[in-house]
């Protein structure tokens, strides 16, 4: 359990090496908001793929590739419809936002912001930020106010897909506190290709602590 009463942050560095590679992309990265989804590129070749609008509860990203072309991802796989590539969610105030049945918590994109490529030495990185309000779908109140900000980064030289998932959540304006809670699988997870599924199910990167 996990109490808010100020600002909570949670930070994740994912690293994915390539499967093969026998033709890495050009390095020149570039990132695209469109109306529904922000796409990120590294010269030709997707890295990323973000849908914020028109999804059922949650942003979350969607597609996720290796240096080699490999989306690591599934959305909505027959089993568990409700495991949305990698994604972000808990219990807040009781109100589940991670399994979508019996009145779940929804949350409501509001802004994309800080949308650039920057360089940093030899590596280019692009980022975004997304504002998204954590609403309880009984009264439509919000529960928590989150700048979720993501970054990637494709490295030839060290051919490996970098991703770095950042959440800091406040309160609502005159809202004086928020209980985070949930089963020992909620956090932010990932849904991984079949083939990799019977290694890891879902793999759960970072737990309530």
């Known amino acids: 359990m996990k109490t808010i009463k100020n600002i909570f942050y949670l930070t994740l560095a994912l690293l994915i090496t390539a499967i093969s590679n026998p033709a890495s992309a050009e390095n020149s ?4 908001t469109g109306e529904n989804a ?27 590739y290796t240096p080699s072309g490999v989306n690591i991802l599934r959305d909505a796989p027959h089993d568990h419809l409700h495991h949305h ?3 972000f969610a808990v219990k807040v105030d009781g109100v589940n ?35 998204v ?13 989150e700048e979720r900000k993501i970054t990637i980064q494709a490295s030839e030289m060290f051919d490996a897909t970098v991703l770095i998932w950042q959440a800091r959540l406040t309160l609502p304006e005159r809202k004086q506190s928020a209980e985070l809670t949930g089963a020992r699988y909620h956090g932010l997870g990932a849904r991984f290709l ?13 737990m309530m602590g």
């Open 97 to 131: 936002f991670w399994e979508e049945h019996e009145a779940p918590g929804r949350q409501a994109h509001i802004a994309i912001g800080d949308v650039g490529v920057h360089q940093w030495g030899p590596l280019n990185w692009a980022t975004f930020t997304e504002r």
């Open 85 to 87: 590539g990698l994604m």
């Open 38 to 64: 922000v796409s990120i590129n590294a010269g030709t070749q997707l890295l990323l793929r973000y849908p914020y609008k028109n999804v059922p509860f949650k942003p979350y990203v969607d597609a996720l």
């Open 133 to 145: 309000r954590w609403v309880n779908p009984k009264n439509r109140k919000g529960l928590l106010e």
């Open 29 to 32: 990265m570039s990132i695209t």
């Open 194 to 206: 079949q083939s990799v599924d019977p290694y890891y199910h879902v793999c759960h990167f970072l």
